[in-house]
């Protein structure tokens, strides 16, 4: 039986340039009062100024571009048709994405070593493993449970200020303060879940974004307790189990502990394997949790709320449990930065952040592990890659985010795929 | 006394100017049923289109008033309307079918990508123009304080009370209004019934857009001064108006819109000015808790 043989017929030439000709005039409408037209401040009055060239070129790129992509596009469908006829009727969907996952972890174990006499390096790594664990942990909110939190960062902000002020105010050790933040950020989880989480979904998230910008606004305005916009400075840096990261020589440093010379990397490298455990143990924990009854409970929800009430399960505090979770996880990543950055302001914690974790987690494909990795570190060496030109680099960004969701709605990972699919392409 | 009237008419604009967002909200989320994160920033893209147009027509000699106003309004309509359709068609209508998170995303991207975009390209200042509309009434002294009410203010009121009796109409009484209320309930047996869902909805897009173009040109007419940050703030709280009416309900966005404006503008007057969107917030928790259905929504019923 020979199988049916599809062949693309693209729309023809005429066609497509009719297409990019309006996209063409459209990108003109949007053009000539953004680009083609600005006002300019010309002694203390507005006046107004052209940028002709800079409209024509625009609208020609996008007139190029547009008709470039639909024949890319065109070329892609054929060979997407074709392809699929050589596959297997059966297979394995991606078996690479395991080996992918170990090397991702020893590359992250080495990565300092590699990099010794690169502090920025280590530093970016750094910032990419605290997004990764506060991806991991709003994962849990969002990927297991389903539960939109546009609000995540105030439990961030809430580790961070509760480390930043008991170290300062108390003289608190990171170690010691560590499950304290941890614990008190899962308190505000419950305190904000109980009411809100028989909301539906997407009341929930603006009750949840709300909350976040509540959280802020006390920062910013509370200033006996918060400092205010000035935040809090000199919050010391975590120790080597008591040994300091200092030149100083009184007291025994880590330096002069183990007879080596004193780097100012020695901290950098501490820091990097501290937030590296720290995510790892994140990551450990929560896969252990989805394989147990809540975690499996958590996904239930998800996908059916209504069958799991009639199952009789208390839905509440399922999605309670789910919240206090990525909260408390959300409250050790704070506690972390605080020490890390040493000084910490209302700045940190402003909606984009949340927005931005948000993204790595969807981004990465919800539910997914390595998903948030791939996302965390693409959603942060974007704008690292972009210094040069960084006017750009936000709006590239945001581009990034539409086109990345336009093209892979399910994410980058998806977890939701089955690991084995039927090819519908292959021939029988 | 005197204090409280006047707090009541600048609450009243406020709330009218947040109605008019919600307005747009309310109509995208009852047709896609999503939050549409770029709409505060479709407010902002027309608060700068509003500076640009007016600041030519000032070079172009034209100062009369209405006119000026008129000719604003409706240019700045017309491009805002493009930037909504341009919005829906990048943005959401490529993810009609996608998880429900995954439009969430791309248009929180496509609300940076609008705010980046114009502060690339008219600059990160804050813009002042002339007063349009100066002057208004002395309503009289009561207490030793006198009370005002400028004529922007009153502009605002009527066009806002305007539009939403036309709005009410269309969406009531025509046939557009009957096509996009039967796209909310069940988009599959409309377009069996021969309606475009992608073109009504993107109209629905267009009419929100051009809802928040009103809002624009008047913030920009009433306060004088926009820059390209104006709208994450605006757009959170006229979402919380509409969430506060009951979605999908257009008098209740207006509702909303009022309520917020007032408890702005009198905390800010009688408690403290630092902790006014708190009070907003804490409110919008409150009614979600008792009255989860908004105050003029219906309750919605779960089918399995």
């Known amino acids: 039986m020979s199988a049916y043989v599809p062949v693309h017929q693209g729309p023809g030439f005429a066609a497509r340039i009719k297409d990019a000709l309006a996209v063409a005039m459209l990108s003109l409408m949007l053009g000539i009062p953004m680009i083609g037209l600005h006002t300019v401040d010309s002694g203390g009055a507005l006046s107004i100024a052209t940028r002709w060239p800079w409209l024509a070129l625009f609208v020609g790129i996008m007139f190029g571009g547009r008709l470039a992509m639909q024949f890319a596009l065109d070329h892609f469908k054929l060979n997407k048709a074709r392809r699929a006829q050589k596959r297997p009727a059966v297979r394995a969907t991606r078996p690479w994405l395991k080996w992918l996952g170990y090397a991702v972890l020893g590359f992250s174990l080495v990565l300092p070593i590699a990099f010794s006499g690169n502090r920025y390096v280590v530093d970016t790594a750094t910032t990419v493993l605290i997004y990764v664990m506060l991806g991991w942990g709003l994962n849990v909110v969002v990927g297991l449970a389903g539960l939109l939190d546009l609000g995540y960062v105030a439990f961030y902000a809430v580790g961070a200020y509760t480390y930043g002020l008991l170290s300062t105010h108390f003289g608190w050790g990171f170690w010691q303060t560590l499950p304290v933040a941890g614990a008190l950020a899962a308190t505000f989880g419950i305190i904000l879940g109980w009411p809100t989480l028989r909301l539906r979904g997407d009341y929930l998230a603006i009750v949840t974004l709300g909350f976040g910008e509540i959280i802020r606004l006390i920062l910013v305005n509370w200033t006996d307790f918060s400092g205010g916009p000035n935040g809090i400075g000199q919050i010391p840096r975590p120790t080597f189990f008591g040994l300091p990261f200092s030149p100083d020589t009184d007291t025994p440093t880590f330096a002069t502990f183990f007879h080596i010379e004193y780097a100012a990397e020695h901290r950098v490298i501490f820091l990097y394997y501290v937030i590296l455990a720290l995510a790892l143990l994140t990551n450990l924990f929560v896969s252990r949790l989805r394989k147990l009854p809540v975690g499996i409970a958590w996904e239930a929800v998800r996908e059916d709320e209504v069958a799991c009430k009639a199952l009789g399960m208390n839905v509440t505090n399922i999605k309670l449990s789910a919240f206090a979770i990525g909260a408390m996880l959300g409250g050790f990543a704070g506690v972390f930065f605080a020490a890390r950055q040493g000084f910490i302001s209302p700045e940190s914690f402003v909606f984009s952040e949340s927005a931005t974790i948000l993204a790595i987690v969807v981004l990465g494909g919800m539910g997914s592990q390595l998903g948030v990795v791939v996302a965390a570190i693409l959603l942060v060496l974007l704008p690292e890659l972009g210094r040069d030109f960084s006017e750009y680099r936000m709006l590239l960004f945001g581009a990034a985010m539409i086109l990345i969701m336009v093209w892979r709605p399910g994410g980058l990972i998806a977890s939701r795929e089955p690991t084995v699919k039927l090819n519908k392409g292959a021939q029988a | ?304």
């Open chain 2, 1 to 304: 006394m005197g204090q409280l009237i006047q707090q009541l008419i600048n609450g009243l604009t406020l709330g009218a100017v947040y109605g008019l967002i919600a307005l747009g909200y309310t109509m995208v989320y009852g047709i896609i049923g999503m939050i549409n994160f770029a709409h505060g920033d479709i407010y902002m893209v027309a608060a700068i289109m509003a500076v640009t147009v007016l600041t030519l027509l000032g070079a172009a000699g034209i100062t009369a008033v209405p006119l000026a106003l008129l000719i604003t309004l409706v240019v700045v309509i017309l491009f805002t309307a493009i930037y909504g359709w341009s919005v829906e068609r990048v943005a959401y209508r490529p993810l009609r079918n996608a998880p429900r998170l995954a439009p969430l995303i791309s248009a929180i991207g496509m609300s940076i990508f609008l705010q980046n975009m114009v502060q690339l390209t008219q600059g990160a200042r804050v813009k002042p123009i002339h007063a349009l509309l100066p002057g208004g009434f002395e309503l009289g002294t009561i207490d030793g304080f006198t009370v005002h009410l400028a004529y922007t203010q009153i502009m605002i009121i009527v066009v806002t009370v305007a539009l939403l009796v036309l709005f009410t109409w269309l969406i009531t009484r025509t046939s557009f209004g009957r096509q996009q209320r039967a796209c909310e309930q069940d988009r599959t047996m409309t377009a069996l019934l021969g309606i475009n869902v992608d073109r009504t909805i993107s109209y629905t897009f267009m009419l929100g857009a051009g809802l928040a173009a009103v809002a624009g040109v008047m913030v920009t007419v009433y306060y004088g001064v926009v820059d390209f940050s104006i709208g994450f703030v605006a757009g959170i709280k006229a979402f919380t108006a509409a969430v506060l009416g009951g979605i999908g309900s257009l008098p209740g966005a207006m509702l909303g819109g009022l309520i917020i404006g007032m408890i702005e503008s009198f905390w800010s007057a009688y408690l403290s000015p630092e902790y006014k969107d708190v009070a907003t917030f804490v409110l919008l928790i409150l009614v979600l808790m008792f009255r989860p259905s908004g105050l003029l929504g219906r309750p919605e019923v779960e089918k399995v």
